[in-house]
T-cell receptor
Framework: GEDVEQSLFLSVREGDSSVINCTYT??????LYWYKQEPGAGLQLLTY?????DMKQDQRLTVLLNKKDKHLSLRIADTQTGDSAIYFC????????????FGTGTRLTIIP | DGGITQSPKYLFRKEGQNVTLSCEQN?????MYWYRQDPGQGLRLIYY???????QKGDIAEGYSVSREKKESFPLTVTSAQKNPTAFYLC???????????????FGDGTRLSIL
């Protein structure tokens, strides 16, 4: 199982919460990451969660991890126009190696 | 400020031509990575290097070559053997210490390669 899967598109009204989902297949994942990519730019690390945690909150961002179902989500509270971007989840599978496996990315569109 | 610099931002390749993409980092990181990004396919790993003078193939290495002669630099050559090179190329680095703590990858701003 190599795949990390995400929905390709999500549209949310400004001020609502956005929830971006990710499923992964490797039960040996150590860290799971969320990156943000704005148009024409590189990836910016948003947040991460260690595999023995269930939840992590950082200002408007909440990460939930369900290890049993191999499901990761990123909730963005009070979504703003500046949150429009592609969001990638990524898993690190090995403590001895910092290689990451990325999902396909979810393009978040904000509706005014 | 420490960071990763990719150049050029835009690059055009003629048929049968090799082109080299530059990636430089001043984060004192041991590990460096090259990814290719195509719409709807996420990031796919081309090559990575965990230490100077050593590198390994990623998932899509065919048609590409790299070198790692200096810790700061990890150039990627897109050869004429790569028949579909049009894509956005991203370089990243991480500490490479492989400690149990969180050592995320940091990214450059990318190079967009197109075919003339």
């Amino acid at each position: 199982g190599e795949d990390v899967e995400q929905s390709l598109f999500l549209s949310v009204r400004e001020g609502d919460s956005s929830v971006i989902n990710c499923t992964y297949t490797d039960s040996s994942s150590t860290y799971l990451y969320w990156y943000k990519q704005e148009p024409g730019a590189g990836l910016q690390l948003l947040t991460y969660i260690f595999s023995n945690m269930d939840m992590k909150q950082d200002q408007r961002l909440t990460v939930l991890l369900n290890k049993k179902d191999k499901h990761l989500s990123l909730r963005i509270a009070d979504t703003q126009t500046g949150d429009s971007a592609i969001y990638f989840c990524a898993e690190r599978r090995d403590f001895g190696n910092e290689k990451l496996t990325f999902g396909t990315g979810t393009r978040l569109t904000i509706i005014p | 400020d420490g960071g990763i610099t990719q150049s050029p931002k835009y690059l055009f390749r003629k048929e049968g031509q090799n082109v080299t993409l530059s990636c430089e980092q001043n984060l004192n990181h041991d590990a460096m990575y090259w990814y290719r990004q195509d719409p709807g396919q996420g990031l796919r790993l081309i090559y990575y290097s965990q230490i100077v003078n050593d590198f390994q193939k990623g998932d899509i290495a065919e048609g590409y070559s790299v070198s790692r002669e200096k810790k700061e630099s990890f150039p990627l050559t897109v050869t004429s053997a790569q028949k579909n090179p049009t894509a956005f190329y991203l370089c990243a680095s991480s500490s490479g210490q492989a400690k149990p703590g969180n050592q995320p990858q940091h990214f450059g701003d990318g190079t967009r390669l197109s075919i003339l």
